[in-house]
């Protein structure tokens, strides 16, 4: 049986020569991995991490991973992936997600964060250092654990105060708290402490150095 399926791209593994295991968030499934057969003509741009993707799902009765194929793009994403530093951030959330949610996790209303999500940062036009701090703590909540201050204190550290304001400022106003690059590397640190602790995960996110890197 083949059906149409919306779904959030979080990552690929390269199978073989010719095909791709597409590691992927969608309302339907939750977290979900399918494979696809790529080839020389195949648009690689169509599997970047995040990327907001519908396609034909083929079931296979004998295997789990089903074949996916038939990919169309629903957001182009130019917001995000023509500049430099709000891609980094993507590939931040993605590593994160990837390395967080386990497979068949279907929190109710997961979904629809995360595309919120990923359009919010889209249309930034400016203010977006501050983003995937936010992201974290909000991705807390979407799984199901809602933080307090004194929840994260154990995390905090001396940064306690700035990750209060983060916590309990609009969208809008975490956004504009002053931080510099080294304050947001280590807030990120005590935020993914805090996942790891109630995912029982290992989250070590590589692209945080980059992302550091990137900002300073």
Do not use: C
Request: aromatic share 10%.
């Amino acid at each position: 049986m083949t059906a149409s399926l919306e779904f959030i791209l979080l990552s690929t593994t390269r199978y073989g020569e010719n095909a791709l295991i597409l590691h992927t968030l969608s309302r339907e499934y939750g977290r979900r991995s399918f494979i696809t057969r790529v080839g020389k003509k195949t648009s690689m741009a169509l599997f970047l991490p995040l990327n907001i993707l519908e396609a034909d799902i083929t079931q296979n009765p004998k295997s789990d991973l089903w074949n996916a194929r038939g990919f169309l793009a629903l957001e182009p994403l130019g917001g995000i992936r023509d500049n430099l530093y709000k891609n980094t951030i993507a590939l931040f959330m993605s590593e994160v997600l990837f390395r967080t949610l386990k497979d068949g996790a279907n929190e109710d209303g997961l979904y629809e964060w995360l595309l919120g999500s990923i359009l919010a940062l889209d249309a930034l036009e400016s203010d977006w250092s501050n983003f995937h701090l936010r992201f974290l703590l909000e991705l807390s909540g979407a799984l199901g654990f809602r933080p307090t201050t004194l929840d994260l204190a154990p995390f905090a550290g001396d940064d306690l105060r700035s990750i209060d304001g983060l916590l309990t400022s609009s969208f809008a106003d975490a956004l504009l708290l002053p931080l510099n690059g080294s304050q947001r590397k280590k807030i990120a640190e005590e935020l993914l402490r805090y996942l790891e602790f109630h995912t029982e995960s290992s989250i070590s996110v590589r692209s945080l150095d980059v992302l550091h890197d990137v900002f300073l």
